[in-house]
DNA sequence: CTGTTAGCGCATTCAG
DNA sequence: CTGAATGCGCTAACAG
């Protein structure tokens, strides 16, 4: 049906290795027959059938790249950032490898099935964008799987989450073998300090935190940032009390603004997990009458696009996205050596905007 | 290296042949053996080789979905979409086919090149989504590539963009053969003229067009559609001169505002060609010191998630992205039927929100 | 219902 | 530098 390497190889008048030898280019041919081939090429608008070469080379041109949500930007960035790395930089040349972008939706179970898909098409190298769910037997299953992945030649690099935990009981050889995969992580701990450090700089004591879902890394690294900040300033009494877990979205930061005013009419502050939620929690006070930041400061995290536009303009901790995902591709492709210890912390900048200022009443 | 079939059949003392059997479940097999073997498969943590089984079948379960931008939410969200509509419902069910969204960055070239990588692996679809680009040289090519996948047997979805133009230069058979692909449009010249009539109704009569890139299918109709108002009110003087093109991001709104500032400094409305354009020109206009609604009134068209909560409320032109890309996702699988004509327009909604108010000063 | 027999299209030895 | 032969792992006819 399809014309393939022999018509080619007929066309040209040389046998069907040669032909595979030009188009692979990794073996000396003459430049005669080179062109004489590339010519049938053309003609016959040759196409390679990826199945067979991936067969026949034991190797797939597929990289996979797996995330919660597509349609929000922080993955979207870092999914289209680990794309850009696979072209070869300006020139048109095409990229030899291919990204595929899966959406789990943050289900472990997705996250599984996903990555036998990934398997089964014998992918190059998989990417594991944000956060990782904490529940401990799934983190097994995880590590079993990307284990065997790597065995098989898969390169795996974890970008936005830590490094896996160590097996710990025991079952195999740990250390041994296969390296741990490669992570670019972020330094959502820090960044949450620092935002914190920085409403508490202005005077707010009373601070709701809006987290994010429960048993997830990047949940518990931003809240545990917070709540350091708040005991090294002497609060801890509050830990808790003004925490409410939800799902990264604007409905979450709507609904948990409300059960913080709940509980404490009178705070002065509400921290969000991320810029989306920000948006919800804005919303909500808006409802409510309150103003910001007069009444109450509000901050988001990641910086995306729209949080300078938020109105007023959010204040939230920069993470370079684009240049995380970038690098995580380049580690997947091999075209970086990885870092020190295989694991690079990313840096998450403060950016004060307009939505934060002094409390209405300063120190209660 | 790996465990292949033939290592299952062993160890379930069957034939290679009935374990493919069993794993495709196309065929009838005797209960017994069936657990058996798929005992053997736990056991043995088989997982098919994607690439040879796609040889042999000659069919892939790739299917491709072309966007301009993953990290806009735009395309995110028909990405999302289609990719939902891979996994059957509710069921735990793995997925057969497998989503690979290709971020063209809405370069032809790009947008070729991934469907060369996607003929390559011998798709069972591609979905092209968002508008096309307008140049007939691209259009042939483009057109072309699209006819020799469909010739192999991949189905081929557009989403988002309208049908291709027929060939017309008479070069080789063009209604014969395989049939057109199918298309779910957008309904962007329609919903552009209510958003218009909306503005012309509150009294607005000199309004500034942010329009997108040049010669892409999207700008042009939503373009056009507002120009259809303006005529219809008798205002097509004004045609052209308020209009300023650009890209579809964030900045290109708030340098098109400036613009059109200068243009026209009593302009009393900026109808933006998306939500992220919008937000640009509300940056602006508040950095002129100009208030949004009572000064200028500002739209933008998609609807995204962020047009609720930005400041005020932006009135725009809802999408159902979502199931537009649902919808996509079902006719590139088979399990939907394709409408009649090939061709399906999504309805856009008018969103009236705070953003848009009669002028200061009505009727100039 | 199950085993046997052929390839699918290409990348690689190995000779020449 | 090039051609001929072999097998990658699996599916699809055929037989039985």
Known sequence: MAVTLADVAARAGVSAATVSRVLNGNYPVAGATRSRVLRAVEELEYVVNGPASALAAATSDLVGVLVNDVADPFFGIMASAVQSAMSPEGTGTAPRKMAIVCNTGGSPERELMYLTLLQRQRAAAVVLTGGAVEDPEHIAALRARLRRMADAGTTVVLCGRPPLPPAGDGTGPDGAGTPAPVAVTFDNSGGAKRLTQHLLSLGHRRMGYLAGPVARTTTRHRLEGHLAALAAAGLK????????????????GYDGTLELLRRDPDLTAVLAA???????????????????????????FDDLPFAVDAAPALTTVRIPLYEAGARAGRLALGTEDPPPGGVATVRAELMVRASSAPPRSPAR
């Open 274 to 300: 991320n810029d989306t939620v920000a948006l919800g929690a804005c919303a909500a006070l808006r409802d409510r009458g309150l103003r910001i930041p007069e009444d109450v400061s509000v901050t988001g």
């Open 237 to 252: 009494e509050d830990t808790g009390r003004l925490t409410v877990y939800g799902a990264y979205d604007r409905s979450s």
